[in-house]
């Protein structure tokens, strides 16, 4: 069956068997190494996307559910040569190790930069609760995503 929706900004359409999650789609014939797969069982928060701009793990979410809706992935969030402000945030903050899980985070701290441009720290820590860290960055990332935060109010007043 094809499914047709918008991959960050782009129209996509991918051939998606029934069975098939939106997780797979975008990692095997989208071309996507963004998200990843953890648990599989929507519980470490590493294959996080949007979805209509609301942060949802891709890995156990059939293919057919992005049908005409819009997803991005943190390809999506910016380029090298115009990283998001949370990516400026995160690199200038080391808040990532290993990086495993930085996709999903990022994911999740730009929806929530989206909807709640001024969070405090303790809005911080719920929107990345459900992700799974074991670097122990986690005090590293609240402070990027406060800095990322700064960094678009900053961005807005000029």
Do not use: K, W
């Not at 999903?104 to 303790?122: F, H, M, Q, T």
């Amino acid at each position: 069956m094809a499914v047709a929706f918008t991959l960050n900004g782009a129209p996509a359409v991918v051939e998606a068997p029934e069975g098939m999650t939106l997780l797979q789609a975008l990692r095997g014939p989208l071309g996507l190494s963004g998200p990843r797969f953890g648990c599989g069982q929507e519980a470490c928060g590493c294959c996080y996307v949007t979805l209509d701009g609301e942060p949802r793990p891709s890995c156990a979410l059939p293919a057919q559910a992005a049908a005409g809706r819009r997803v991005v992935t943190v390809e999506g969030l910016g380029s090298p040569e115009q990283p998001h402000p949370l990516q400026a945030a995160f690199l200038a903050e080391q808040a990532g190790q290993c990086g495993y899980c930085l996709s999903g985070i990022l994911i999740s701290a730009a929806a929530l930069l989206a909807r709640e441009p001024d969070p405090d720290e303790v809005a911080v820590r719920a929107a990345l609760e459900p992700h799974l860290c074991r670097c122990g960055a986690h005090n590293r990332m609240i402070r990027a995503v406060l800095r990322a935060a700064r960094m678009m109010r900053e961005e807005e007043r000029a």
